[in-house]
């Protein structure tokens, strides 16, 4: 059996972040879309650990906010989340909601179907990430089977809370180890070696006492339509579209997208759009140059005509307001 960090160095690193989209590029290679859902100042942080070859990244990963994701890890990979049990509220993985109170899951999704996360305020989830083919040799060498079968996509298994505890430690131990002087010392990557052994073997034992779940045909089309029906609403060019107007493209009664909406992300689907909206404003006013930019032409293109009551949502949402976040990132393009 190969050793888990064969003979590259650990690179570790620590990103802290005050905004939802600046956050969702602090995990490195993927390919990721936040929106913040709940009202509030916005913190995140990232811990993450990379092991070069084979290619393993571990982290874990803190969000303040309630927000919605779309993740896609780097080619070639399997993800495997762990929420760390920390925080309190429903988390919905891939349009299924896992438990409805501090989950103890191991969700997984390949890198080429990505998946989709609504999560609750404060909360943290340990990610490790391992190429696809080297875990599927590192199985066999282990005489298992694979830990994700051929045809399934995205998954979930529960997790008895002492196997809970052993993967987080586990992954706790390897990120502190990584931030320290001693992952680059002879003992220290003996030490990561041996966790990142028994971190395979761990997530092998899960899957040996509990069979992934794959998501069920259902759910995956809730998503599809959830998802569907947020792009089209963030379409400057669909700023006049109401939730009817979505129905009607989408082929569906109001009731219908209202339960799907519920069931993917635990929200009323003119409120979810509403905050997408919202979100879509601040992408826009944050990625502004030096050039003359205006707020009211920007709000208008999602459908935000009314400046007191725009200015109003946008600040209880971010915390700031639409102005302000024009002019930081005004100073930054004139600095820069």
């Known amino acids: 059996m190969q050793t888990i960090t064969a003979d590259h160095a650990a690179v570790y690193q620590a990103r802290r972040s005050t905004d939802v989209d600046e956050h969702a590029t602090h995990i490195s290679s993927w390919r990721q879309e936040y929106d913040q859902l709940s009202c509030g100042h916005f913190t995140g942080l990232v811990r993450e650990l990379w092991l070069g070859h084979p290619r393993l990244q ?30 309190e509220g429903a988390l919905h993985f891939s349009g299924r909601l896992q438990g409805a109170d501090r989950p103890r899951t191991m969700m997984v999704a390949r890198a080429d179907a990505g998946f989709v996360l609504r999560t609750p305020k404060r909360f ?22 694979p830990l994700v079968p051929q045809g ?108 799907h909406f519920l069931a993917t992300v635990g929200t009323a689907p003119a409120d979810f759009l509403r905050t997408v909206r919202l979100n879509a404003c601040r992408r826009e006013l944050r990625q502004a140059g030096p050039g003359p930019v205006h707020v009211q032409d920007v709000a208008a293109q999602w459908g935000f005509f009314h400046m007191g009551r725009f200015s109003q949502a946008y600040k209880a949402l971010f915390d700031e307001l639409p102005s302000q976040t024009l002019r930081q990132s005004q100073l930054a393009a004139f600095s820069a």
């Open 58 to 87: 571990v982290f874990h990963e803190f969000t303040g906010q309630q927000t919605a994701q779309r993740c896609r890890p780097w080619p070639g990979s399997i993800w495997f989340g762990i929420p760390d049990g920390i925080s």
């Open 124 to 145: 943290g989830i340990y990610g490790v990430v391992l190429d696809e083919a080297w875990l599927a040799a590192q199985c066999e060498a282990l005489g298992r089977g």
């Open 152 to 259: 399934v996509e995205v998954c979930a298994t529960a997790l008895p809370p002492h196997r809970h505890v052993a993967l987080c430690q586990t992954i706790e131990s390897m990120l502190s180890l990584g931030a320290g002087d001693e992952a680059h010392q002879h003992w220290g990557r003996r030490a990561l070696q041996m966790l990142g052994a028994q971190l395979l073997q761990l997530m092998a034992d899960c899957h040996d006492e509990n069979q992934p779940q794959a998501a069920k045909a259902a759910a995956q089309r809730r998503l599809a339509l959830v998802m569907a029906a947020r792009d089209m609403a963030i379409d400057p060019f669909n700023h006049a579209m109401s939730v009817d107007d979505l129905c009607q493209r989408l082929h569906l009664t109001p009731r219908t997208l209202h339960n």
